[in-house]
């Protein structure tokens, strides 16, 4: 019964991501996808054909729907509907180690608007990365407390370095705690508590929820992530080379990381630091239940302060939702700090009998959500990054959560669920997260017809696009390279030509090339035609752009307008 609810939240979250595919896309952020997914698809190598400062995982996996299915943009929505299923079902199979029966189905009721897709409706790789996280921490749970075959444990142990094949600053520190976890549940707390481990004999059997620790299977798992991680190294040094992976995914990426002066911003706001303080201190007041006989009032007071702040920003949401409509500031994402901190402290005080427990991912569950979201705030800060990775705040909501066979978990776990729901749907519904691009139209266009059908922008920005189409279908032979800036659309895949640059976006990380360099290298591979998209759906493409389209201008000339483009050609 329980799991049937589940799979009907998860189905949820797929149906409003079909829902949100209706209302809003992004075309610049979908073209960086499917673009470098054609290049691959075609042969093309990341690294070492072209460069991006992102690890390959996401776009192999939608180079490999384009060969098998052909390029739709159907297939890229379903798979991200897909994924949203997956994504709330795996939360939930990590939260009921934490927490059991309706108590763990209410923690995942707020995924349903909170599923990284429902927020952001295009396949990227912070969801995909915090997908496989969460495959690999059940695999985690499920080997070291079930007994299963070597092989499949091994196999488990395998995918703990898709990750960081997905995006490295979140992937690789996951891949690290995971070590840590394996190495010391292994091998070394057996020898440190002078006993066996949880390590059974031949005539002990494994029955579903044991507490018992498998330590065979938890050292066949670590044997997996050690050839996972030797598998990694050899497929990229045969395919791109090591020498450019780490020129790409660190040296050129770390310009993206947010800066030490901006770490402050996030987590020096007073404000969080005392919610945080309130509901650190309704916790410690949950947790005075086992000492004597507790007074109503401080059961009353404990959950006051521990969901006081979810009240608080659920009425503000409602209330007062028209002071949100501009930026980020929503009050949903000020949850994220007073959440971490109080998670943190739970960690903190558990941490005595962390090590000699028994269960490694129960144990692990609060330490991984926190390092994990710090890691992953360090691209964008919580305001951009937060929308892959709600399962982490869940999580962390279960393990403080986390007290057995106490009447008011189940409230509060409702109480919890309802709340954020509430300041997750208006969230949802006004985009927040997609503040950035251009929606002053007053009406939606949506692709009727073709392998673009069911995209939908605001006005003008597709009729612009179809138009471009139209001049290169009449006009460019298919045989003369085409330089896109700033690359905004979806044009390589939908025309089925290549890309003649090395480099997908001129992004100011994902090309750290001089506006002459770009040119220079365009006559180089003798590239006569220019598009230079004028009215653009991601506005601050206009300053990453910038010297680009004068530089193009010095040698080539404009030989015909349309509504969003400027059409440059150059006469030998």
């Known amino acids: 019964m329980l799991w049937l609810a589940v799979c009907v ?4 979250a797929g149906a409003v991501h079909q829902w949100q595919t209706g209302r809003i896309g992004v075309l610049g952020d979908y073209a960086y996808i499917v673009d470098t997914a054609w290049r691959i698809a075609q042969g093309e190598v990341m690294y070492r054909d072209f460069g991006l400062p992102h690890s390959p995982l996401t776009f192999h996996v939608q180079a490999t729907l384009i060969r098998v299915f052909g390029f739709s943009y159907g297939v890229t ?6 994924v949203n299923v997956v994504y709330v079902l795996l939360t939930y199979g990590l939260v009921r180690v934490s927490v059991s029966g309706w108590s763990g189905v209410a923690l995942c009721v707020p995924l349903v608007w909170l599923a990284p897709h429902c927020i952001y409706p295009h396949p990227f790789y912070d969801p995909d990365t915090c997908l496989l996280i969460l495959l690999n921490l059940n695999l985690l749970q499920w080997v070291a407390t079930r007994r299963v075959r070597a092989v499949v444990a091994f196999l488990g142990g395998v995918t703990t ?30 020898r440190w508590a002078g006993g066996r481990g949880g390590e059974w004999s031949q005539e002990e059997s494994k029955e579903e929820g044991t507490e018992e620790l498998d330590v065979v299977g938890l050292r066949w798992f670590g044997a997996g992530v050690a050839a996972g991680v030797v598998g990694a190294v050899v497929w990229l040094g045969l395919t791109c080379g090591l020498g450019n992976y780490w020129r790409w995914v660190f040296a050129s990426a770390s310009r993206r990381l947010v800066g030490l002066v901006l770490i402050p911003e996030i987590y020096g706001n007073y404000e969080s630091w005392a919610l945080g303080g309130l509901m650190v201190l309704g916790w410690w007041l949950w947790q005075r239940k086992g000492e004597g006989a507790r007074p109503s009032w401080v059961a009353t007071a404990s959950a006051t302060l521990l969901l006081g702040p979810f009240v608080v920003m659920s009425t503000i949401t409602w209330l007062c939702g028209g002071l949100f409509v501009v930026g980020y500031n929503h009050p949903l994402l000020s949850l994220w700090v007073p959440v971490m901190i109080l998670t943190l402290v739970v960690g903190l005080w558990q941490l005595p009998s962390a090590l000699s427990a028994s269960q490694p991912v129960r144990v692990m569950l609060p330490w991984i959500a926190v390092i994990l979201t710090f890691f992953s705030f360090l691209s964008q800060g919580h305001t951009k990054s937060s929308y892959g990775v709600w399962a982490l705040f869940v999580l962390m909501v279960a393990s403080v959560v986390r ?82 800036v700033p690359q905004e659309d979806p044009f390589y895949v939908m025309t089925g030509r290549r890309n003649p640059l090395p480099m997908v976006i001129f992004d100011r990380t994902a090309t750290p090339f001089f506006p002459e360099d770009i040119v220079n290298e365009a006559e180089r591979r003798q590239v006569k035609w220019v598009i230079v998209k004028r009215v653009l759906q991601i506005r601050h493409l206009a300053w990453e752009v910038e010297g680009i389209p004068e530089a193009f201008s010095e040698k080539y000339t404009t030989v015909a307008r349309l509504s969003g483009y400027d059409i440059l050609y150059r006469i030998d």
Do not use: M
Not at 77 to 82: E, I, R
Not at 164 to 184: E, F, I, R, S, T
Not at 454 to 466: I, M, R, Y
């Open 9 to 12: 939240l998860g189905f949820g």
């Open 77 to 82: 929505a379903w798979y991200c509907t897909v």
């Open 161 to 190: 370095v898709l990750p960081a094949l997905a995006k490295q600053n979140v992937g690789y520190p996951y891949v690290v705690l995971v070590v840590g976890v394996v190495v010391w549940w292994g091998w070394l707390r057996g």
């Open 403 to 484: 007290v057995r066979n106490d009447p008011w978990q189940l409230l509060i776990c409702w109480i919890f669920a309802i709340t954020l729901t509430l300041t997750a749907i208006p969230y949802v519904y006004r985009n927040i997260r997609l503040r950035y691009i251009d929606r002053r139209g007053k009406t939606l266009q949506t692709v009727t017809s073709g392998s673009f059908r069911g995209f939908t922008v605001h006005v003008p920005h597709l009729s612009n696009f179809f138009e471009l189409l139209d001049f290169v279908t009449k006009y460019i032979p298919e045989s003369e390279p085409v330089v896109c």
